[in-house]
């Protein structure tokens, strides 16, 4: 419908912005989650930090599962979660789509000998690869300018994936592949803009005065924690190992033999049931 020659290069810019546009309520919705659950870490991090520091200096298993489940009471107690909602829905659901275009432009002669902007789509091209690459790094730049100094520290590798991934399939894939990494990443990028200069602020805004109103619960407090960072027996006992010990699992018996006491013994057995084999 547009035509020869460069009408394939737009005809690929068109499908990606029909895909993105598809997609970008789920995406939004996605990043939406995922800036909340980062908010809600901020907040806790006090309490946080000082479980990880105690972590460090564990030498028991039995105090490294009090730590954990008090960083887990954290979580919970605040309404928040350990593993961010990330998902990999929209990456799935851009797989047919993917490897639709990669054969259309490798199978056919008329989409591989066509040319967009002067470079043929059936060949790689380096400038479309670093546009295209560029596009994801100034993206995952604009997350980490968001994001808080501890959160940065976490983000700094993955930031780069999203780049790396786009640079090597680009690089070894013809350039009509690579037209739709470029108008992808460029889409990408204004959804960033918005989430980061937009959404944030009216999410921290909002979480600030729910914190105001509520403040969130203090599983654990400095006092707690000794000098070097190691817990105290002051600390309260995790609803998860509370759990354990009624079920005998936190803290079994151990005798000289080193062997576990899981139950009665077999001579303890046949004694209650000596009464029972006379029984008519």
Known sequence: MLGTGSGYGWAILLITLVVRL??????LRQQKNM????????????????????????????????????????????????????????????????????????YSKDIANAKFLGFALGHTNLAV??????????QGYLMLLGSTPEQRKAMRTSMWLSPLFT????????????????????????????????MLPAIRERLDKEMAETPPVQVVTPDMFNEDGSITSRAPMPSTMGAMESMGMAHP???????????????????RNAGKQHRE
């Open 167 to 198: 640079f090597f399939i680009s690089i070894v894939s013809p350039a009509g592949l690579g037209l739709y990494f470029l108008g992808t990443g460029l889409i990408m990028l204004v959804q960033q803009v918005i989430v980061t200069f937009v």
């Open 22 to 27: 598809v997609l970008m309520p789920f995406m």
């Open 129 to 138: 690869t670093i546009v295209a690459t560029l596009f994801y790094v100034a």
């Open 253 to 271: 018996e151990h005798h000289d033999d080193d062997t576990t006491t899981t139950g009665p013994s077999a001579a303890e057995l046949r004694a």
């Open 35 to 106: 800036t909340e659950q980062q908010e809600k870490t901020r907040v806790l991090q006090p309490q946080l930090t000082l479980l990880q520091k105690a972590a460090k200096v564990s030498q028991d298993q039995t105090t490294t599962m009090q730590i954990n489940g008090l960083m887990q009471d954290v979580y919970k107690k605040n309404g928040s979660s350990m593993l961010p909602r990330m998902g990999c829905m929209m990456m799935i659901v851009q797989l047919p789509i993917i490897s639709g275009l990669y054969q259309a432009v490798a």
